[in-house]
């Protein structure tokens, strides 16, 4: 069964506390692999999209990597303003739909 | 231009009432999504539209659940009988062309309470 799972579940860091967020995948035919923002009471917002293994994409403190089995989400010196819902969500050949995972709650303390 | 809107914002029914849900999405994006956002859960896809048909419905929790899009653009989800485990967050995406390639865009999601 395909499948998006996300770690930690919530993550608790001081300002300027760099770490990183998991998100693996068991889906064959991967065609995309997408990052997006969450805040309260907000639709997600899109962050990156990646492709294939070995790509990066980075926006200001953030930098996402892609394997063959996972995804990173770098967050480098964040601000409270970084605190969020972070959604991983994987697209595949077989039958086009995209499966999200439940996300990784993400609190920066100032 | 104005990003995918959805009405009403929030709605509380009863339970067994009707309930019709609006998106709009951004103008010139060929492909809407649906999907339902519950307290601790991933999003839950429900369907997807690629123009006005949907290739894919089976993501639709149950037949008390239909979705249509007219003219290329708005869609409704209605929920027919509405029990309480229809309570959720109703989301909406749209994104330029579909097969999952393009970024999808999110509204704000309708926030459905069924008493």
């Known amino acids: 069964e395909d499948q998006v799972t996300q770690s930690p579940e919530a993550l608790r860091l001081q300002e300027g506390e760099s770490s990183s967020l998991n998100c693996s995948y068991t889906?064959?035919?991967?065609?995309?692999l997408f990052w997006y923002r969450q805040d309260p009471g907000k639709g997600p917002e899109f962050l990156f999209t990646?492709?294939?293994a070995g790509e990066e994409k980075e926006k200001e403190r953030l930098k996402a990597t892609l394997t063959k089995k996972e995804s990173f989400l770098h967050i480098t010196a964040p601000k409270p303003e970084d605190s969020a819902t972070y959604l991983c969500?994987?697209?595949?050949?077989?039958?086009?739909?995209?499966?999200f995972g439940k996300g990784t709650r993400l609190h920066i303390l100032p | 231009g104005a990003g995918v809107s959805q009405s009403p914002s929030n709605k509380v029914t009863e339970k067994g009432k009707d309930v019709e849900l609006r998106c709009d999405p951004i103008?010139?994006?060929?492909?809407l999504y649906w999907y339902r956002q519950s307290l601790g859960q991933g999003l839950e896809f429900l369907i997807y539209?690629?123009?006005?048909?949907?290739?894919?419905k089976s993501g639709l929790p149950s037949d008390r659940f239909s979705a249509e899009r007219t003219g290329g653009s708005v869609s409704t989800l209605t929920i027919q009988r509405t029990q309480q485990e229809d309570s959720a967050v109703y989301l909406c995406?749209?994104?330029?062309?579909?097969?999952?390639?393009?970024?999808?865009?999110f509204g704000d999601g309708t926030r459905l309470s069924i008493l």
């Open positions: 969500a994987v697209h595949h050949f077989r039958d086009d739909k995209i499966i």
């Open positions: 995406a749209s994104s330029l062309v579909g097969g999952g390639m393009q970024p999808q865009h």
């Open positions: 889906v064959s035919g991967l065609r995309g």
């Open positions: 990646l492709y294939s």
């Open positions: 539209f690629q123009g006005n048909s949907a290739p894919d």
């Open positions: 103008s010139g994006h060929t492909a």
